[in-house]
């Protein structure tokens, strides 16, 4: 599966993005999907996944209550709608693809999107 995330862009704190990634190839709908972050000079942290059919999500605390995640597998896209952001929630965004939630805690995923940025101003 080949995974491109897009939406990422400048808005102030408290504001909101929704942030894309389209996946083309193998059929997404057998793949757990996630996002995950990484922020300038720190390490890349998983953010949130949904499960095959989107019954399922998961956050880290940082993101509960402002960030969800969705997806539409008719269109074979995974959403993250950020809400009530932050300046600390400023990091380059990427989508995952993997098999299972497990997969983002022992980084054995299929594949990653390209990422794009997200600068929250205070």
């Known amino acids: 599966v080949q995974l491109q995330a897009s939406g990422g862009g400048l808005v102030q704190a408290g504001g909101s993005l929704r942030l894309s990634c389209s996946a083309s190839g193998r059929s997404f709908s057998d793949y757990y999907m996630g996002w995950y972050r990484q922020a300038p000079g720190k390490e890349r942290e998983f953010v949130a996944g949904?499960?095959?059919?989107?019954?399922?999500?998961y956050y880290e605390d940082p993101v509960k209550g402002r960030f969800t995640i969705s997806r539409d597998n008719a269109k074979n896209t995974v959403y993250l709608q950020m809400n009530s952001l932050k300046p600390e929630d400023t990091a380059v965004y990427y989508c995952?693809?993997?098999?299972?939630?497990?997969?983002?805690?022992?980084?054995?995923?299929?594949?990653w999107g390209q990422g794009t940025l997200v600068t929250v101003s205070s």
């Open positions: 949904i499960s095959w059919s989107g019954g399922s999500t």
């Open positions: 995952a693809a993997g098999q299972t939630l497990g997969s983002y805690f022992s980084n054995a995923l299929d594949a």
